[in-house]
């Protein structure tokens, strides 16, 4: 299985701001997930981060809130633009060549004030 | 609408009996199950998987069982260990398309 890092591991923002949140892979993957965790609610899928092309995003989510970078096989970042603190969540990035089975990041633990 | 359903937030359980976590799930395009485990301040790791063509799958102590009627699967694990105290997800897929998740059990496995 893939190992898989991101930077930062938790942050306090204020409103107003954005956050760059980093994932790492040591090993290249075709795809690329970001997730978001609410507090009490279950993962769900923000975009899918394809390589040399935009993400494609889920039904709820748009690039100019949550932009995507994927230059190359390895890394990711996902941005939180304009932070409120709805947006306080685990962020996680995960790999996988599907759907299926797909191996998740340590996390990111946002805090917006 | 949540597809899949979690609806105990939390069970405890003494070391060594069986630990029997359930899933309900709404939509029956849903081919493809997993079972993810996650300790604090750590992503979900992968544990268990069923195809929508088998009704039980088995790997060590952990036991999948899905049954399509009643739109139900469980993850039995016996015995149970204090290591197994995590939150369980429960996943599902249609084809190709990306996981839904529920919104996790925490198991508690009590000395």
């Known amino acids: 299985s893939a190992v898989i890092s991101q930077k930062p591991s938790r942050d306090i923002c204020q409103r107003g701001t954005s956050l760059t949140i980093q994932c790492q892979v040591d090993s290249q993957v075709t795809m690329m997930f970001w997730y978001r965790q609410q507090p009490g609610q279950s993962l769900t899928l923000i975009a899918t981060?394809?390589?040399?092309?935009?993400?494609?995003?889920e039904s709820g989510f748009v690039i100019d809130k949550f932009p995507i970078s994927r230059p190359n096989l390895t890394f990711s970042t996902l941005t939180v633009s304009n932070m409120s603190p709805e947006d306080s969540s685990i962020y996680l990035c995960s790999v996988g060549e599907g759907p299926y089975e797909q191996y998740f990041g340590p996390g990111t633990r946002l805090t917006v004030t | 609408d949540q597809q899949v359903k979690q609806n105990s937030p939390s069970l405890s359980v003494q070391e060594g009996r069986i630990s029997i976590l359930n899933c309900d799930y709404t939509n029956s395009m849903f081919d493809y199950f997993l079972w993810y485990k996650k300790y604090p301040a750590e992503g979900p790791t992968f544990l268990i998987s069923?195809?929508?063509?088998?009704d039980k799958n088995e790997d060590g102590r952990f036991t999948v069982f899905l049954n399509k009627s009643a739109k139900h699967l469980s993850l039995h694990i016996v015995p149970s260990q204090p290591g197994d105290s995590a939150v369980y997800f429960c996943?599902?897929?249609?084809?190709?398309?990306?996981?839904?998740f529920g919104k996790g059990t925490r198991l508690s496995v009590i000395a």
């Open positions: 981060a394809n390589q040399g092309s935009e993400a494609t995003y």
């Open positions: 069923i195809s929508s063509i088998k």
């Open positions: 996943a599902a897929s249609a084809g190709n398309t990306p996981l839904v």
